[in-house]
Structure formats: structure tokens, C-alpha cells
């Protein structure tokens, strides 16, 4: 696939995005062919994105932006942006069905817990870790797809919980939207599958 200044690229996940630089001018029919290319792959990667202001003007091809709903989470710099690792690093606990792990998140969908679940995130990495660092992306449709036609007919109609933990035990923290009961399938998308929302799509 090519933009009229770009070529996106498919990998073994996703695609790639060339030819976007710093400098580049992105025009309405570039911001078709990205969004379209976004649907298609699921994630695109794109280089060069050095600065907030490009940070921010490629996130708003894919959607309106929304600010994290954790107004402590949200960057000084740029309100629609919150800062992962670095200097405000804290804890953060996952459950591997035998101990309870720090500094792991476990799978999940962005802001699932709450009634707006975010359509989609990008990431920029600022400051490369020395080790780890790992980010884990799980293709939700593909799952669906995947699950053979008794268990589909079993998913019809139910319902599930998305929480947010603050720590290993917490469960609930006033003035935040903390608990959503959501359908464990989402309606058709424009290309015929259903979205399996009972996993995540994303961890580190």
C-alpha cells in the first residue's frame, strides 16, 4: 500500500509506515489511507515522531482524543498525553494464576473500565529502557474468530467486568469511573467480525 508520499509495509504484526517524517505534510487523502491501513493491520509503526506536537497530530488521524480519565495520570506538558515509565514509574501488580507479580501489567484494553473504552492508542517511546520493556499485542478478532461455533453461541448475551486495580488488593477508588459491566461481544464491524473483548490487546 502506498500514500501519495509514503508506503506502508505489512510485518508479521502489523505494518509499518515509511516515508512520514517530521517534515512531512499529512493531507486529508494520507489521513484516509492511514486510517483505512489502521483497520486493516491492527497496528501501524511509524518513525521520526519526535516531538509532542507530531505525537498529537498523528493520534488525531485515527480519532477525537479524549484525556485519560485519571486526571493524576495526565502529562504537565499536554493534558491528552500521560507518561509510562520514567521518573513517575510506580508499581504495578499482575496475578500469573500463582503469585502476584510486580512491575508486569497484565492484559487489557485501554480505559475498558470505563462507559468511553478508548478506540485505540499510540505510543512513543521517549527513552529506550535498558532491559524489558516489552510491549505484547493480542489481535481480540483474530480470538474471536478463532473460537469455535459453541463457544461463540455461549457468548451471545453476556456480560463482564472491567475493573481498574490501584494496587494488588484495591478495588475501588472515589470520583473515578472504576467499574464497567460491558457485552463480552462487540456489534459487527464494517468488515464483518465480531471484537472478543473478554482478553485484552495489549501488555508490557
Not at 495520570?73 to 503469585?99: H, M, T, W
Request: glycine residues 6%.
Amino acid at each position: 500500500m502506498r500514500t501519495s508520499q509514503s508506503a506502508i509495509h505489512h510485518m508479521d504484526v502489523g505494518a509499518e509506515v515509511i516515508g512520514i517524517d517530521s517534515k512531512t505534510i499529512i493531507t486529508e487523502s494520507m489521513k484516509e489511507e492511514l486510517y483505512c491501513a489502521w483497520k486493516k493491520f491492527g497496528i501501524l509503526v511509524f518513525y521520526d515522531v519526535d516531538t509532542i506536537e507530531r505525537h498529537i497530530e498523528i493520534s488525531e488521524v485515527f480519532g477525537k482524543l479524549a484525556p485519560h480519565p485519571i486526571p493524576e495520570l495526565r502529562s504537565l506538558e499536554n493534558p491528552l498525553l500521560l507518561q509510562i515509565g520514567g521518573e513517575l514509574r510506580a508499581p504495578a501488580y499482575v496475578f500469573d494464576d500463582k503469585d502476584i507479580r510486580i512491575e508486569r501489567i497484565a492484559w487489557h484494553r485501554d480505559t475498558a473500565f470505563t462507559p468511553d473504552i478508548a478506540k485505540g492508542s499510540m505510543l512513543r517511546m521517549v527513552t529506550a529502557p535498558r532491559k524489558n520493556g516489552e510491549t505484547l499485542f493480542a489481535d481480540t478478532a483474530m480470538a474471536y474468530d478463532a473460537l469455535s461455533p459453541t463457544m461463540k453461541k455461549r457468548l451471545v448475551g453476556l456480560e463482564y467486568k472491567a475493573s481498574l486495580r490501584t494496587g494488588p488488593m484495591e478495588q475501588h477508588r472515589p470520583g473515578c469511573f472504576w467499574k464497567t459491566v460491558r457485552p463480552a461481544t462487540a456489534d459487527e464491524d464494517p468488515q464483518g467480525r465480531r471484537d472478543e473483548r473478554v482478553r485484552g490487546a495489549i501488555t508490557t
